[in-house]
């Protein structure tokens, strides 16, 4: 089976959540996933819930949490560059049939890591992987090499209520 | 833990699947989750993979499958109204602090469910309970009710490339 690329981006919820749900449904049918999380840090309730699913499902975190409020450091930096090498390594064993790099496009957008590495990573996967790419503000470049983009469009988001992120429905 | 009403919309990829990351991600904080599918009647990947995790979720389909090349006929309507009568009951028992009405918004365009009625579930919902709806062609009475409303805007699809849904990634 051909793996294609597909894109999650824009500002509406459900960018991160589209992806969970595709290693969910690829784990019910016994494909192997790789899941490496960009930006993130902390054991969030979709990593405890990934955990139960570790006979398919290999989940890695390559960053220290949130840094939408602030600008990202020097060791958010270094975290996603070491990322990106381990990824690298890992779809190059050619043993994942779904890769998915959750918020790689906001790590792209601070400039973590090289967009040339990342356009690499695309050309040079395996055939049948199938490369999932999420986050807000997705490069053009990327974009245009994907095979499916989907843009979750922000219509209501009570975020703007003033409700914080909630265990279980956003983290 | 005050529940809200999601509405997934749009003709984007990624309702259905991000309804599904949902699920898994309540069930790493160890809620309850409910699932009820209309015009979905086949055992797809994504529902072997929550049969892994029925110890917190409860999955039903109330449908005989896709009609969207053709039109729904008496025994799709049947079963999407057993499902509305059945879901109400789930709903009432106040036992799950997340519900899924996957492809909701679908049948109610095909009518085979009154919107009233899906309505008074909105309005009667047990306080704690998550309700997400998911479906192409919200209606405008739900998205207005609803506290977060995300459109899956297709940017790019492969399907118009006439390749066909695909074991573990679409189905």
Redesign the interface.
């Known amino acids: ?1 051909k793996g ?1 690329v ?3 981006t ?1 500002c ?3 960018k ?16 192997k996933i790789f899941i490496g999380q960009f930006c993130k840090g902390k054991t ?10 570790k006979d398919k499902i290999t989940v890695k975190q390559y960053g220290k949490g949130c840094f939408i409020k602030n600008k990202p450091d020097k060791k958010d930096m270094l975290k996603a560059q070491k990322g990106l090498e381990e990824i690298k390594k890992y779809i190059a064993s050619e043993k994942y ?2 890769v998915i790099l959750d918020e790689i496009n906001i790590a792209l957008y601070y400039k973590l890591i090289p967009l040339s590495e990342v356009m690499e990573i695309i050309d040079n996967k395996p055939k049948k992987t ?1 490369l999932i790419l999420t986050g807000r503000k997705a490069p053009l470049e990327i ?1 245009k090499k ?13 975020y703007k209520k003033g409700i914080p992120a ?4 956003e ?1």
Not at 146 to 158: G, P, Q, R
Not at 166 to 169: N, T, V
């Open positions: 089976m294609y597909q894109v999650y824009g509406g919820k459900g991160t959540t589209a992806s969970l749900g595709l290693a969910l449904r690829a784990y019910g049918a016994n494909l969030s309730s979709e990593f405890k819930a990934l955990y139960k699913l049939d779904l199938e974009i994907a095979d499916i983009v989907t843009e979750m469009k922000e219509i209501k988001h009570y909630r265990k279980g429905i983290k």
